[in-house]
C-alpha cells in the first residue's frame, strides 16, 4: 500500500481480510472513506487531533489524540497508513474482549516497555478528562484523574510494585466492571 493509495490490491484485500474482522466489501467502502479524508493515502498527527477537535468540541482532545495517533501508528513513521487505520478499528469494533485489554494496555503503556506505571496512566487519564470536559458527570470516587488512577491502580498492581503488567491489567479489568464498559467507549473515540 504505497504511494499509488488509489485502489487496493487484491493481495492487500486479501491480507486485511485476513487479519481484520470486516468482509472484502466494508474494506473497501472504508478504504474509499479513507482516501476520501485522506487523498495521499496517510492520516497525519495533525489531520488526526482535527478530527477529534471536530467530535470533541467542549473538550480538549489534543493530547490524548496525540496519544492514540501514537498506537494507530504501528511503524512510527509519523503518519497511518490504510492498513494500521483499519487494523486498530477492527480490533477496537469487533475485537474480542482480550484484543481490546491488549490495544488498551498499549495505550496506557506510552513507552512501550511492557508496564504502565502509575505517570503513565495519570497522562492518560487526565486526557481523557480533558477530552471529555463537562460531557461525563464522574462519581466523587473518581472526580479527578488522580482519584481514579489510585482507584485503577489499587485494584491492578497486586504485587504493589509501581507498575502494572499486562496479565494484571487483564484481571483487574475483568474484576471492574467500569473497565471493561470503558473498552466499549473507545469504540467511540477511535
Not at 481490546?100 to 502509575?118: E, R
Request: proline share 3%; hydrophobic share 35%.
Amino acid at each position: 500500500m504505497g504511494a499509488k493509495a488509489s485502489k487496493l490490491s487484491k493481495d492487500d484485500l486479501t491480507s486485511l481480510r485476513q487479519s481484520t474482522y470486516f468482509d472484502r466489501r466494508e474494506i473497501q467502502q472504508w478504504h474509499k472513506g479513507f482516501l476520501r479524508d485522506c487523498p495521499s493515502g496517510h492520516l497525519t498527527r495533525q489531520d488526526f487531533v482535527k478530527i477529534y477537535k471536530q467530535f470533541f468540541p467542549f473538550g480538549s482532545p489534543e493530547e490524548f489524540a496525540n496519544h492514540l495517533f501514537s498506537v494507530f501508528d504501528k511503524d512510527n513513521s509519523g503518519s497511518v497508513d490504510f492498513r494500521e487505520f483499519i487494523t486498530v478499528l477492527s480490533t477496537t469494533s469487533r475485537g474480542t474482549l482480550e484484543e481490546k485489554l491488549v490495544w488498551t494496555f498499549q495505550l496506557y503503556d506510552l513507552n512501550h516497555d511492557g508496564f504502565i506505571t502509575f505517570d503513565e496512566m495519570l497522562t492518560i487519564v487526565t486526557s481523557i478528562y480533558k477530552m471529555m470536559g463537562s460531557m461525563v458527570k464522574l462519581s466523587d470516587d473518581e472526580a479527578t484523574p488522580e482519584l481514579r488512577v489510585r482507584k485503577m491502580f489499587k485494584l491492578m498492581d497486586k504485587n504493589e510494585d509501581g507498575y502494572i503488567t499486562l496479565d494484571e491489567f487483564r484481571e483487574g479489568s475483568r474484576v471492574d466492571p467500569s473497565i471493561i464498559s470503558s473498552l466499549n467507549l473507545y469504540d467511540g473515540l477511535v
